[in-house]
Structure formats: C-alpha cells, structure tokens
C-alpha cells in the first residue's frame, strides 16, 4: 500500500520506520479524516492525527548525507558507528532469519541479526566479518540495551502519543480499524 502512494522517484527501500509511520498517519487523514478512534482499557478515545508532530531529531548527531550515528558502548566503551534501519534492510533481515529458521528451528537470533545490520563499524573497522564477530562474541547485553535505547531515542518518527482525558498517556495503537474503521 505504501509503495503506491509515492508518486516521487523516492525509493521505498531507503524509508525508515519513521517515514512509513508518517505515510500511514498522511494516508489515514486522506482516506477517512483525522479522527481517530480506538479503545484503551474498554473505553473508546478519539485523537485527531492531524495535531500529531514528528518526534524532535537532532540533525547535529547525524553523519552529514549518510545514514550514519556514532556512539560509544557505556560499559566495554567500544566506540560504534551505526545506521536506522531501512525497509531494504528489514528485507535482509527477514530473509537471514528465514534461512537461519531452516537451519535451527528452536533457535531465535532476532535481535544478534538486527544488531549485525544496525552497527556498521566496531573500533573504525567497517569489515562485516568484524562486525559480526564482535556482536556473536563481545557485544555486552547491557552495552546491546543502551545502544536500542539510544536508537529509540533519537530516530526521527511520528510521535503517537496520546493523552487520555484521565491524563495518563498512552501510545496511539494502529490496529486493523485504522484504514478500515467500519471492520
């Protein structure tokens, strides 16, 4: 459905997570308005998706013109370059996963693969080899933690949260009565 909604010669292998995000809120208020409504614990809410402002970004941390972050690891204080994900990314993934699934089915290398595609250099070393065996072999979990937390924290997206009017505020949840409101 995304892909035939860009009639630019933007490629849609190179959108992020927070681009799609902003294509699904864009073709929502097209389709049906921005009146949004679901249910949070039993009760039903209505958010108006066209008062929803994109998460701040910090343009200053980005590699100028490359989809590309430094950080360095908190506990082995391993310095990392790493990338957000794009949807031809997610496709390898998927793929490595599925051959990985054929080979072991009891085993779940979800996040170690996401990992392997995320960092895109150990120490200034880009080798995929290197890259591979540092998150197999020495990658911390606590190090593997702050590093998804850093990630989430600055990848530019939509912000979906929502205030409910007891004021407690919850994310807004996209489920099937999103582009089919009447299902």
């Not at 997570?17 to 049906?32: E, P, Q, S, T």
């Amino acid at each position: 459905m995304l892909q035939s909604l860009i009639i630019t010669n933007i490629n849609y292998d190179d959108l992020i997570v927070g681009d799609k995000n902003a294509l699904f809120i864009a073709a929502r208020i097209l389709g049906y308005g921005g009146n949004y409504t679901f249910d949070y614990d039993g009760q039903s809410h209505t958010a108006d998706l066209s008062t929803l402002n994109n998460k701040e970004f910090d343009e200053s941390l980005i590699t100028k013109g490359i989809n590309e972050f430094h950080f360095t690891l908190p506990y082995s204080e391993t310095k990392i370059t790493f990338k957000i994900l794009t949807s031809a990314d997610e496709k390898k993934i998927e793929k490595e996963l599925n051959g990985l699934k054929k080979i072991n089915k009891d085993n779940s290398p979800e996040l170690s693969t996401r990992l392997k595609y995320i960092i895109t250099s150990v120490g200034g070393d880009r080798e995929e080899k290197t890259v591979r065996e540092f998150v197999d072999n020495y990658l911390l979990a606590r190090d593997s933690r702050a590093l998804r937390e850093y990630i989430k924290l600055i990848q530019p997206d939509v912000n979906l949260n929502y205030t409910l009017s007891s004021g407690v505020e919850v994310t807004i949840p996209i489920s099937l009565n999103f582009f089919w409101p009447d299902a």
